[in-house]
């Protein structure tokens, strides 16, 4: 037999076949071998001639798979393997894990061929490669039992395998000879170990068909087609339970619990199959209380058994893994329990490397070995994994290998060295020596990149391995990446973990660390009283061990955690008290956060000049050393702040350098969030083209960061900026984007900055009632957690609405509240903003003279701080008012005014 497995080898020149034919029975054939001659008469026997076991009730999930195959098994169709008489034999093999469904899917498929009436037999033989506790059957007696489902005596079917396997061919062939048809016969080999149990079973020619399944690849049966199995979507999972439960279970409706079942089975159906089988067998289980259950076992794998008295051992998951491991060298055996064992859902062949204590090479071709046979998976480029079902067997396994101990902690310490290779690129500016581990700052990133899951299984897993050091340092390791990476839940896994730790091991430096990162954890999950406590639980035990430098990072990160809960004159508290600690630090660098966090502060409170005055010694900070990170952080503030002083072309300028700058350093969320203000600058400067611009690649970043609110934030400007340039329709459907992004049909579930900035698109969108509606929840918000800013800017953007909706009295009562909150926070500009909105409110509502003090006011304001482009739209908007009661003389003079000024702040 040619190892093509499309064609038999020829039988030898010593070998002669002479057939027999009676009527449209074979009766036997002649062999004439070394001058000894044999003749086997045919005897009428009761055949078996369709054999195929029963499918399923019901296959789901595998539609494609069966499609796929049934075009592969009809006679009728055109192969391009097939030559030009359409008489070569066609195999097709399905390879899979055990317990994946290849037997049901090939029955399944097997039954509508038989329903087409394709074949004029359809033979089945279980190869037992894979059954727990059998032997597996040779070729010789796969044979045997094919021959005998034909008809023939057990005297008549020849002894040795040559024979017997041209004898079957033989039969093969007059079977289809003798249909009235013509037909072929379709053989369906299931279980096999291995190619060469398979091969003496092909078909000869005759255009039959032969199905091979095995948990090996089968990929040596040349010429054959291939479908690879994988387990079940999460959906068809659902449903593969369902359908077993009785009809009116009510459990069958309870999707959520089903799918939670389906999740802890790893969607394998085998697996799938025994729960269903255990909540139909207890009426009273539900799904949940299953679940439950199998996540408390010390093995998932051993409580997925069948629970009938009569199971076979085929029902029982660890007795089918078994069999699988039972078919692997020593060498093999060993790397899949310690592979699949290893802390992650992947490990790279490095790291496999430094777990198995072999050569890269080496491990490499033993793990592509277990990916023949379906134990382990070869996830991506380099890095492997295997089921979670696997990986519960390997890791419960009663006899691991004998090294198994030091093999971890072996990974553990390469994890743990090479994550700090990767942090010194990640923390350490231009200019300073970082290791050479990685060549460059991006390959630094592009390991952790490809490691994080495994990098955050293995820190979790540290302190039951008895690894003390990998279980605080490894956490403190990945703080820098997951913060950039805004990977904040993991980071907060890690951190707590790091900390239990480092407080059981009487550590106060490492607690404090971990503090230190639940801290920046927290304030990124937007959870600032949490972040705020974390924080000051840093600070107090930086001060209990004399680190300085801890205590400012603390307390900038307790600063950070006030300002994000609108508390801001405690965060200028924290953020003063980090900055006047720098006198006792010698890294000028580890004084820009707090400088910077100073001016932030003053920005949010409207004290501009202050804050500009602290981002200069924050600037000046950096001029001695290159730190790209830190002086983009620094320019981003200083444009905040220049944005709310009106210094629309300045603010730009610095904006663009802190974009370039973020993106250089490879912190998109922070580009993100610079392009939003970037795009707001833009907008202010009636630039609004290139506000687009911006906001679409903020909108991008966010997206790609995976922060929704930042999204909608994204969207809210860019639907001001096409409304400005007059894509009305376009800017509705941004606000729409807004609205889904946060939620509107369960907008009372939003929290107050969340509907500020729904409300603000409503308002870009011209959609000026449901502005109204939203802003007054938001405002509501604000006011009952005490956010004096935050009802301010609702208040002033309700005040907007309000006249856009014809509710001039309402809109003045607004921005009155409005200038009040901004005037006690000494927020001048925001104030004469407010009172220019009071002025157009009251000339709405038609009470002219007190138009005029309010405009007046606000032109007093903008003068004062040198708003030249607000004090002209003051002036325009006095120029209305005097205008709308008759004063045409001073409307004009005031319209001149305006104009000056515009061309003024122009320049």
Known sequence: MSDTGSTPNPTPAHIKIIKAQAGNNVIGQQITKENNFHFYLHRSRPTAKFSLPAPPPALVGRQHEVDTLLSWLDPTASHQEEDETSSSVVVSALAGMGGVGKTALVASAGRIAHQREWFCAELFVDLRGYTPGAVPLSADAALDVLLRQMGIAPEEIPAELEERAAFYRSALTELSRNDPRGRPVLVVVDNAQSAEQVRPLLPGPGNHRLVATSRSSLHSLTGAHHIDLDVLTADAAVELVASILKEDDARTRDTEGLRQLAEVCGYL????????????????????????????????????????????????????????????????????????????????????AVLTGLDEDAVEEVLEELVAVHLVQHASEDRWGAHDLLIDYAASHPQPPADRDQALTRLLDYYVTTAHAADTHLKAPP?????????????????????????????????????????????????????????????????????????????????????LALGLALVGMRRPEEGGAAFTRARDLFRQT???????????????????????????????NASNLLGRITDPRSGVPALTGVGLALQSMGRFKEALDALDRAHALLEQTADPYGEAQVLSCRGLTLLGMSRFEHAIKS???????????????????????????????????????????????????????????????????????????EAVKAADHVRDLLGQEEGAALGAPELAALGMSQLASGEFTEAVDTLTRARTLFRQTTDARGEAEACAGLGTALIGAGRGEAAAEAFTRAQELFQQAGDIQSEAQAWSGLAAALGQANRPEEALKAVTRAQELFQQIGDTKGEAEAWAGMGLTLLGSGRIIKALKAFVRARQLRRQSQK
């Open 546 to 576: 004399g680190n300085t430098l801890g205590e400012v990072e603390a307390l900038t990160g307790l600063g950070g955690a006030r300002q994000q809960a609108r508390q801001l004159d405690d965060a200028l508290e924290a953020f003063t």
């Open 269 to 352: 159906p085998l697996a799938l199959e025994i729960v269903a089988a255990q909540l139909a067998r207890t009426p009273q289980l539900t799904p949940a209380r299953l679940v439950q259950r199998l996540k408390k076992a010390a093995s998932r794998v051993d409580k997925i058994h069948d629970l009938s008295r009569d199971a076979s051992q085929t029902r029982i998951l660890r007795a089918v893994f078994d069999t699988s491991l039972a078919q692997l060298t020593d060498d093999e055996a060993r790397v899949f329990l310690l592979t699949a064992s290893s802390p992650g859902p992947t490990i790279s062949t490095s790291a496999a």
């Open 655 to 729: 904006l663009t350098r802190a974009q370039e700058l973020f993106q250089r350093t490879g912190d998109a969320h922070a580009e993100a969030q610079t392009w939003v203000l970037l795009g707001t600058a833009l907008n202010q400067a009636n630039r609004p083209k290139e506000a687009i611009d911006a906001f679409t690649h903020a909108r991008e970043l966010f997206q790609r960061t995976e922060d929704t609110q930042g999204e909608a934030q994204a969207w809210a400007g860019l639907a001001e900026a096409l409304r400005k340039t007059g894509q009305t329709e």
């Open 431 to 515: 200019s300073q020596e970082v290791s050479n581990r990685f060549a460059r700052r991006e390959e630094a990133l592009a390991w952790l990149d490809n490691e994080q899951a495994t990098l955050v299984a293995a820190a979790l897993a540290a302190p039951t391995l008895d690894h003390t050091d990998a279980a605080v340092l490894l956490p403190l390791l990945l703080t820098k990446y997951l913060d950039l990476r805004r990977r904040f839940g993991e980071l907060e896994q890690v951190s707590r973990s790091a900390q239990a730790v480092a407080h059981a091991t009487d550590n106060p430096n490492a607690e404090a660390q971990a503090w």
